[in-house]
């Protein structure tokens, strides 16, 4: 799995073609999917031409999506729906999306359906060993390479390395200067399960207008740290999450800020700027969807 990848939440429509085929001509050869993207469709338009086209073989690139909450009872058909329409044989990676199961809305319809009180309608029936031994089968069955959880915390991943046959290959999670985590990524690394971290800048923009949070970019030492390696903020980020040995998927919209993400392999953060960073920790989670599923699963 290459160390940096696309993020594509929130892309929608002819920027999906657009960012896909410019962030191959860059060099991107990973692109971190996901069902309740609800974009599986234009991401696998845009791969079509790119193989079509001779940009690149399938062989090439890594391709990850997620089985969604609604979804945990019927892991084939759901991955099976993506496949489809991402126009794949396999997948290199399948994640848990979310250690949840809730009511299911339908095959790749990637609801979160809400109970009478407008609570997430929580499916307390299908058990996270349960998804995950259909998950296993996925990779008996040659749909995909590679399985890995996602959200999941210390307790969660120590269970589900306790019942897998399959080891979880990776834990995609939040993580960044604000909100590092450094228990559960070295408990990750120690058991040989690879660190995935899907909000890499603290969502910057995106969760600011989601959640209401601010994000670790405007922080003082990171301007002062770019402005000492003559980089961006988020590249001397990006940096600091592939020094700790974690995978960065960042999101951008913007073919500027993309070919900037990409730029990272160029300097080396030295062990006192990484210990400065270190320091910043706040435990400050800046994605939360409690405000739409009118509760807190990390309460």
């Not at 799995?1 to 999906?16: A, N, Q, S």
């Not at 469709?41 to 399938?58: D, I, Y």
């Amino acid at each position: 799995m290459p160390v940096l990848g696309l993020g594509v939440w929130r892309m929608e429509g002819k920027e999906i073609r657009d960012l896909i085929i410019s962030s191959i001509k860059i060099g991107y050869r990973h692109f971190d999917c996901a069902a309740d993207y609800k974009n599986e469709a234009e991401v696998g338009e845009a791969l079509a031409e790119a193989f079509r086209t001779g940009l690149v073989k399938r062989d090439d690139l890594f391709i990850t999506t997620k089985l969604w909450n609604s979804d945990h009872g019927h892991v084939i058909e759901a991955c099976k729906d993506s496949l489809k329409k991402l126009q794949l044989d396999y997948l290199d990676l399948y994640l848990v999306h979310f250690p949840i199961a809730t009511r299911h809305t339908g095959v790749g319809a990637t609801a979160s359906a809400l109970d009478a009180d407008g609570v997430l309608d929580i499916d307390t029936t299908v058990s996270l060993e349960t998804t995950w031994h259909s998950m296993e089968e996925l990779v008996s069955m040659g749909l995909v390479r590679s399985i890995g959880i996602s959200n999941y915390d210390i307790f969660l991943t120590r269970d589900c390395l306790a019942y897998s046959k399959v080891k979880p290959a990776v834990n995609q999670i939040e993580t960044h200067p604000y909100f590092q985590r450094d228990s559960l990524v070295k408990f990750c690394q120690k058991h040989g399960i690879c660190v995935t971290a899907h909000t890499p800048l603290g969502g910057a923009v995106a969760n600011a207008e989601l959640f209401g949070t601010v994000s670790s970019l405007d922080d003082p030492i990171l301007k002062g740290l770019a402005e000492k390696y003559k980089k961006t903020v988020a590249q001397v980020v990006l940096r600091w999450a592939i020094q700790r040995n974690t995978v960065v998927i960042p999101k951008t919209s913007k073919l500027e800020r993309l070919k900037e993400n990409f730029e990272v392999f160029d300097f080396e953060l030295t062990e006192e700027d990484m210990a400065l960073i270190k320091s910043m920790d706040r435990q400050y989670r800046t994605n939360n969807p409690e405000k739409f599923w009118g509760i807190n699963l990390y309460a």
